[in-house]
């Protein structure tokens, strides 16, 4: 059974940041991510950036989504000269998405960081600030009626609603908000100035 994303089955494209390949390495300036690591799909095997084959494929679930299981031989990892660069554990041990996801997530990673994809971004960065102008301002997420008619109405009359604050931000030339800064970040700038 091959797992799909909601979003793919309806023809959606997700437009959002992918977080980058975690591990050691996110948390060292050296070491091994899991896309160091070349995969061999139809043999059903990995190489590690030494040159050292895996030992067992295995297909498993997370929850209920699938994973792949990627284990190699401790007595091959404990010679290794850059064992302490790859992990801290007798051996290795990848856990990898399904073939069409893992593609698909290291596509995202290399998109994300063109020009394009940041100004498509910007875009959608812009619509959210909308949306969440709209929560804080009138409390939009939750309906202060029954019935679908008088929901609907009370949708149409916060909408004119905002309209009308934004024409009168631009009329008067009040400035676009800035992004917030939280209690403790403002501490942190306070202390470092």
Request: net charge positive.
């Amino acid at each position: 059974m091959i797992y799909r994303h909601p979003h793919r089955t309806r023809g959606i494209e997700v437009i959002g940041p992918v977080k980058q390949a975690g591990g050691r390495p996110a948390l060292h300036t050296s070491g091994y991510a899991a896309t160091d690591f070349r995969i061999d799909w139809p043999a059903r095997q990995v190489t590690c950036p030494q040159g050292r084959i895996s030992t067992r494929w295995s297909d498993t679930t997370i929850g209920s989504h699938p994973r792949i299981h990627i284990d190699f031989s401790g007595a091959g990892c404990t010679n290794c000269p850059a064992r302490d660069a790859c992990t801290t554990a007798a051996y290795r041990v990848l856990t990898l998405l399904p073939r069409e996801e893992h593609e698909l997530l290291q596509q995202r990673r290399a998109e994300q960081q063109t020009e394009e994809w940041k100004k498509q971004y910007h875009t959608r960065a812009g619509v959210e600030g909308s949306i969440s102008q709209a929560m804080r301002r009138t409390g939009t997420r939750r309906t202060r009626y029954r019935g679908l008619a008088k929901t609907s109405l009370a949708q149409i009359l916060t909408a004119a609603a905002l309209n009308l604050y934004l024409l009168d931000a631009w009329w008067t030339g009040t400035p676009l908000g800035t992004t917030r800064v939280s209690h403790y970040e403002q501490l942190v700038l306070t202390l470092a100035a």
